[in-house]
């Protein structure tokens, strides 16, 4: 076999790099259950350490005969393997996909059919519902399971290494433009679509993260979601894995999260606003601090400024929580800290203008243009609307991606061609505007509007009006037919349980404020949800389609 040409468009070769500069670091570091004393125990790989492993596994794949652009699934969780395994794949020139296992049987099987992998990589249990389920079952031709079939995979090409076969380091480059992972999105507004990223795009990103918020080699990331902690070793962080449940972040333990933070002291985290929602207030009670932490990154929804106030007051100055603006297609679009929403936005946040997400990114252009659910062929600058006015929002950069997997009319619908600039825009799905300062501000979903007789309404501008009340955790409008047409509801998830005087109160106190605006005085019919039916990846995306259902079934 002939020797692995190595090429520069290929993520991995940052593991690499890294391995070289500080071999004996730590690289990635995982729960492995209590030990003397009660104390939790840890594995872990040096960086030198994943990146001999993770050449082993892409030599493996290679002298096996896994062809270059091969489409892989991996269902893996996070541990040493996940992270060898998706660095190894990246490295033999082989697509992961990446799919969230919490999305749904249902759902899960549609995306590993659109996707056509011809390798299952996964545990024992993937293993087994997969061949129940017949996941893949058209495309799938070879599977590996974790255990001994992947130490055999291991010492196949750890001997194609030392005869030659496969030269080290392994970094199988792909060529510019060529598939490098399918994502797929969480789904919150349909059924989820894999997004074609490019070793491009991922080298875009990493720069971003890296400039946005001066993360630097040597910094301890603790980090919540899977695929975050992938941009760890890259970035030159130790990525830390904390006991808990990736799929579901608002059940966590916060014992859990701060026995990680205690252990390791990291100066970073990553986390979900359902996290930071549950383990903020949890650690206030305690009187607890995180003094290492430099950073709070948190997304997959707009934070509440309740959740962000009780977290920010958790840090050290000049640490707070930053709330990037993206999307599975395109991240980061923007960013903003806590300091300038508890200080300045949140006010106008309240007052139902929408939720500011921030200055864009020095890499990405944003626009906003008139609200359309029709495709876009080619770009026009008549597409625009003035600053200041609610719109679509579109982005165009080096992170945005340019197809989804195997969904030619999705891709119609997001994309918009731009030739006369050599570009294209991603049409984020949002509805926004941009004010004044160059600032961008979230509206809601576009998919979420509700259109009345005469108005329109955006589902953030008219919640946020309403999650002021204390006794509310969150709201969600919904708009549901009626005998005169459409009528504007609102779902509202209680704080603590209310008994029905208590419900009678708050239902009185909600419409009350309501009449302080125009926009929310539509707004006449209010129901209570026990808990809000939200997206696997985040536990914060609210699936409305499904309260609005709901919602249906209980007005007249």
């Not at 349909?190 to 991922?202: N, Q, R």
Request: with cysteine; aromatic share 6%; hydrophobic share 40%.
């Amino acid at each position: 076999m002939a020797a692995v040409d190595v090429a520069a468009a290929n993520i991995a070769s940052h593991l690499h790099a890294i391995a070289g500069s500080q071999p004996h670091r730590a690289a990635v570091i995982v729960p492995q259950g209590r030990g003397a004393a009660g104390k939790m125990r840890y594995a872990h790989f040096t960086f030198r350490q994943l990146d001999e492993d993770s050449d082993a596994i892409a030599a493996g794949l290679i002298a096996d005969g896994i062809g270059r652009g091969t489409r892989a699934a991996v269902m893996v969780p996070p541990g040493l393997d996940f992270f060898s395994l998706v660095f190894g794949v990246f490295k033999a020139g082989v697509v992961p996909v990446l799919i969230d296992p919490g999305m749904g049987v249902k759902s899960l099987g549609k995306c590993l059919d659109e996707a056509e992998p011809k390798l299952f990589i996964g545990i024992p249990k993937a293993l087994v519902a997969r061949r129940l389920l017949g996941w893949g079952e058209r495309t799938v031709r070879r599977t590996i399971r974790t255990g001994r079939p992947l130490d055999d995979l291991r010492a196949r090409g750890r001997a194609a290494i030392a005869d030659g076969r496969v030269v080290a380091p392994v970094a199988r480059g792909v060529g510019e433009g060529a598939t490098a992972a399918v994502l797929f999105t969480s789904g919150s507004t349909g059924v989820p679509k894999g997004a074609v990223y490019t070793h491009s795009i991922f080298e875009a990103q990493v720069a971003a993260f890296r400039d946005l918020y001066d993360i630097r080699p040597g910094e301890v990331d603790l980090c919540t979601f899977p695929l975050f902690a992938l941009f760890a070793p890259a970035l030159g962080m130790t990525s830390v894995v904390p006991r808990m449940d990736p799929t579901r972040p608002a059940k966590v333990d916060p014992d859990a999260i701060y026995e990680a933070i205690e252990d390791f002291g990291p100066t970073n985290l990553f986390g979900s606003p359902a996290l930071l929602r549950r383990v903020g207030p949890a650690f206030a009670r305690a009187g607890r601090r995180l003094p290492t932490l430099r950073r709070v990154v948190t997304a997959g929804a707009p934070a509440n400024p309740k959740t962000l106030e009780t977290f920010a007051a958790l840090l050290e100055p000049p640490a707070q929580v930053f709330t990037p603006y993206g999307a599975t297609e395109s991240l980061p679009v923007a960013s903003i800290g806590s300091d300038e929403i508890l200080n300045d936005t949140r006010a106008a946040t309240e007052l139902g203008r929408g939720v500011c997400v921030g200055v864009p990114c020095d890499t990405v252009r944003v626009r906003i243009i008139k609200i359309t659910d029709d495709p876009i062929p080619t770009w026009s600058d008549e597409l625009e609307v003035p600053t200041g006015e609610i719109g679509e929002v579109v982005v165009s950069g080096p992170v945005a991606t340019r197809e989804y997997f195997g969904r030619p009319e999705a891709t119609a619908l997001a994309k918009i061609q731009d030739p006369a600039r050599g570009t294209f825009h991603h049409r984020m799905g949002d509805v926004g505007y941009l004010d004044d300062r160059g600032r961008l501000w979230f509206c809601g979903r576009k998919a979420h509007r509700v259109e009345l007789a005469g108005e329109t309404l955006h589902t953030i501008c008219v919640e946020r009006v309403f999650d002021t009340h204390p006794d509310v955790a969150r709201t969600a409008l919904v708009g549901v037919d009626g005998p005169s047409g459409k009528a504007a509801v609102l779902c509202v998830e209680p704080a603590r349980r209310l008994g029905r005087r208590e419900r009678v109160r708050v239902r009185d106190e909600l419409l009350a404020i309501g009449e302080r605006f125009e926009h929310t005085r539509k707004v006449r019919t209010i129901l209570f949800h026990p808990s809000f039916p939200v997206d696997v990846r985040h536990n914060s995306k609210i699936f409305r389609e499904k309260l609005a259902a709901w919602a249906a079934g209980k007005t007249p």
